[in-house]
């Protein structure tokens, strides 16, 4: 049972434009959502997160939506950049515990 | 660099055999999980430790075991190894063990892994 899936197993982006990774979830207990990315022979990097009690979480170029009604969120990268070729994945986490649950990775590529 | 440490990179074995996988959380940390990736999964999360006491399992298989001793380092255990347990076997921490949806101190950092590859 995959309660958190990325249904896009790569995506490929020109340099500049923006780059839209999602992510999908079934647990209606999952109160907050973490994004990573991961390079190749490196543990995964914490990106950004969002709470439930949010819908939008900015940092510099990234930014999150959390849409609740329809368990989604989207991970936006504006402008993308060749150093963002990575594997993204989406982690999610329930209100009484502590563990993640990740999402497949999606693997993107930015063209120069 | 997160500051988790994951010794060793790489360890190769024949099935069968038992071999010990150990971490050392970011200074701080008193909350230390495993997760395992295998071939083109997300990461699954096995056990999580918080100042020396189990707090939560995963899909944790039984010949798998661990433990956080008193300096917080953890060590992952398995045993009866299996071809289909090689995998990148992750360690995080994270200064709390769990934490409300105001969002402090849920983010979890990791180590930069060991692979594990059975024979």
């Known amino acids: 049972d995959q309660q958190v899936k990325q249904n896009s197993p790569s995506l490929s982006v020109q340099e500049g434009r923006i780059s839209i990774l999602n992510c999908d979830y079934t647990?209606?207990?999952?109160?907050?959502f973490l994004w990573y990315k991961k390079y190749p022979a490196e543990g995964p990097t914490f990106l950004i997160s969002i709470s439930s009690i949010k819908d939008k979480n900015e940092d510099g170029r990234f930014t999150v939506f959390l849409n609740k009604s329809a368990k989604h969120l989207s991970l936006h990268i504006v402008p993308s950049q060749p150093g963002d070729s990575a594997v993204y994945f989406c982690?999610?986490?329930?209100?009484?515990?502590?563990?993640?649950?990740f999402g497949e990775g999606t693997q993107l590529t930015v063209n120069p | 660099d997160s500051g988790v440490t994951q010794t060793p990179k790489h360890l190769i074995t024949a099935t069968g055999q038992r071999v010990t996988l150990r971490c050392s959380p970011r200074s701080g940390d008193l909350s230390v999980y495993w997760y395992q990736q295998s071939l083109d999964q997300g990461l699954q999360f096995l056990i999580q430790y918080y100042n020396g006491e189990e707090r939560a399992k995963g899909n944790i298989l039984e010949r798998f075991s661990a433990q956080q001793f008193p300096d917080l380092h953890s060590e992952l255990n398995l045993s009866s190894l299996e071809l289909g347990d090689s995998a990148l076997y992750f360690c995080?921490?994270?200064?709390?063990?769990?934490?409300?949806?105001?969002?402090?101190?849920?983010?979890?950092?990791f180590g930069p892994g060991t692979r594990l590859t059975v024979l």
């Open positions: 995080a921490s994270s200064v709390t063990e769990t934490s409300g949806i105001l969002g402090q101190a849920n983010e979890q950092f």
């Open positions: 982690a999610a986490k329930e209100t009484s515990g502590s563990r993640l649950t």
């Open positions: 647990n209606s207990m999952f109160d907050y």
